[in-house]
């Protein structure tokens, strides 16, 4: 099984058993140094203390892997930024009412507020639209 299949079967369970989602697990090497990232994600905006309470235990299970060997790593443990694409229906539902734009399949743009969603569709202003075809959407940043 590949290494980050044998972390993420590993940490899934410390991450589900608080309340989120493993959202994504990357390995990359800096050298002789592996590092390791694992975005955790929720169905609220999650906080420094969840991030930091969920890194400790993702790190003693991690330390302990023989999969690892002896070899150094750095752990990076953190949510989705503002710029990542929403993907799930989870994430437009986390997101209701912030503004978003998206690419649809077609060419065609579309911007609004997020509305109700579904496990197949999301209103986006006034308009029902697919997630089948959306090829990209992602948040606006917004200053009030």
Known sequence: MPLNEVISAAIRPI???????????????????????VIVD?????????????????SEVVEGLAELGESAFTLEVTSPGIDRPLTKPRHWRKNFDRLVK?????????????????????????????????KRAVLEIEFK
């Open 102 to 134: 998206i690419n649809m399949t077609s060419g065609k743009d579309i911007e609004g507020r997020i509305g109700e969603a579904t496990e197949t569709t999301v209103l986006v202003g006034e308009q029902k639209v697919s997630f089948e075809d959306i």
């Open 42 to 58: 929720s169905d609220t905006h999650l906080n420094l203390d969840q991030i930091t309470a969920v890194t400790k235990e993702i």
């Open 15 to 37: 991450i589900e058993g608080s309340g989120n989602y493993l959202e994504e697990l990357t390995i990359t090497s800096a050298g002789k140094v592996k590092i390791l990232t």
